[in-house]
């Protein structure tokens, strides 16, 4: 018993010491700075730790976009086309959720068509919202930031 203490001791110390340690995102820093504490985001790509970076709620009950891409866990398959795995509805979710919490930035992380594996204008629903409702106020190194017009 005393073994297993320790070792979950010693296990949660050195987590609790990581996460102090990490250097919060660049575009975590600029939507913290830039934004209000009642401000929701929306985050395009999977990176969930810019939410927590810049301490804002999610505009939806997405926090990566596996469901709304079909994205498969542990990295694109050359080839492989992920539509078909898109969970049924998540789009017409998506939607409600936003007129619900109109997410007052949204962050494209993979802001680069060419090298994207899911761009944005691949998703007519997402490409439409950002063209005609936001606009870009920062290029970071995790992506493009864009603010409610």
Same mark, same amino acid.
């Given at each position: $018993?005393?073994?297993?203490?320790?070792? !979950? !001791?010693? =296990? !949660?110390?050195?987590?609790?010491?990581?996460?102090?340690?990490? /250097?919060?995102? #660049?575009?975590?820093?600029?939507?913290?700075?830039?934004?209000?504490?009642?401000?929701?985001?929306?985050?395009?790509?999977?990176?969930? #730790?810019?939410?927590?970076?810049?301490?804002?709620?999610?505009?939806?009950?997405? +926090?990566?976009?596996?469901?709304?891409?079909?994205?498969?866990?542990?990295?694109?398959?050359?080839?492989?086309?992920?539509?078909?795995?898109?969970?049924?509805?998540?789009? =017409?979710?998506? #939607? *409600?959720?936003?007129?619900?919490?109109?997410?007052?930035?949204? /962050?494209? /992380?993979?802001?680069?068509?060419? =090298?994207?594996?899911?761009? /944005?204008?691949?998703?007519?629903?997402?490409?439409?919202?950002?063209? #005609?409702?936001? *606009?870009?106020?920062?290029?970071?190194?995790?992506? !493009? +930031?864009?603010? $409610?017009?």
């Amino acid at each position: $018993m005393w073994l297993a203490l320790t070792i !979950v !001791v010693f =296990s !949660v110390a050195h987590w609790v010491g990581l996460a102090r340690r990490r /250097v919060p995102s #660049e575009a975590g820093r600029y939507l913290f700075t830039h934004s209000n504490p009642a401000d929701r985001i929306f985050v395009w790509g999977q990176s969930p #730790e810019i939410y927590l970076d810049a301490h804002r709620r999610a505009a939806c009950r997405y +926090i990566t976009t596996f469901p709304l891409t079909g994205y498969v866990f542990g990295g694109p398959i050359p080839g492989f086309d992920t539509r078909s795995r898109i969970l049924p509805g998540a789009w =017409s979710t998506l #939607e *409600q959720d936003f007129a619900r919490h109109p997410p007052t930035y949204i /962050v494209d /992380v993979q802001p680069d068509p060419k =090298s994207a594996h899911y761009p /944005v204008k691949n998703f007519p629903i997402l490409a439409k919202l950002l063209a #005609e409702g936001y *606009q870009p106020v920062a290029h970071t190194g995790e992506g !493009v +930031i864009y603010r $409610m017009r």
